[in-house]
């Protein structure tokens, strides 16, 4: 299989792809970026990785139809409740049409390939799928 590396360093590829956010020690409050202190309660006593569940519920989405020079539009963005983490992605495997999509519903964590350079390693992105237990 061909080398892939996450497109952002908080996706963790494998048998199981998930999200890892950085927990603060002192407030439980999440992050996906580094800090040095936390944005919530402006500790400085460090943060913890926390795997977060692959399943959530959409809490709102809008249809982009505008977009930069080579983007295709329309497509679906959303934010998403991973168990009390936000999280910003693209809707994907279901059509941008407000009609298919709900605040409420539940979604899951996908990846998929973004590109592959010329030694062939392939960036892989992520966004949220509907699902249905």
Not at 27 to 55: I, M
Not at 82 to 106: C, K, W
Request: one cysteine or more.
């Amino acid at each position: 299989m061909p080398p892939e590396v996450p497109l952002v360093d908080y996706l963790v590829l494998g048998d199981h792809p998930h999200l890892v956010a950085r927990q603060c020690r002192d407030c439980a409050a999440r992050f996906f970026d580094r800090r040095n202190a936390c944005a919530s309660c402006g500790s400085a006593t460090g943060f913890d990785d926390v795997a977060l569940p692959e399943e959530g519920v959409l809490r709102t989405f809008t249809v982009v139809s505008v977009a930069a020079p080579g983007v295709p539009v329309p497509y679906a963005a959303g934010v998403v409740d991973l168990d009390g983490t936000s999280v910003r992605a693209n809707l994907v495997d279901v059509a941008p049409d407000p009609a298919q999509l709900r605040a409420g519903m539940r979604v899951r964590l996908t990846t998929f390939g973004l590109g592959t350079d010329r030694d062939g390693v392939t960036a892989i992105g992520f966004g949220f799928a509907p699902w249905e237990k």
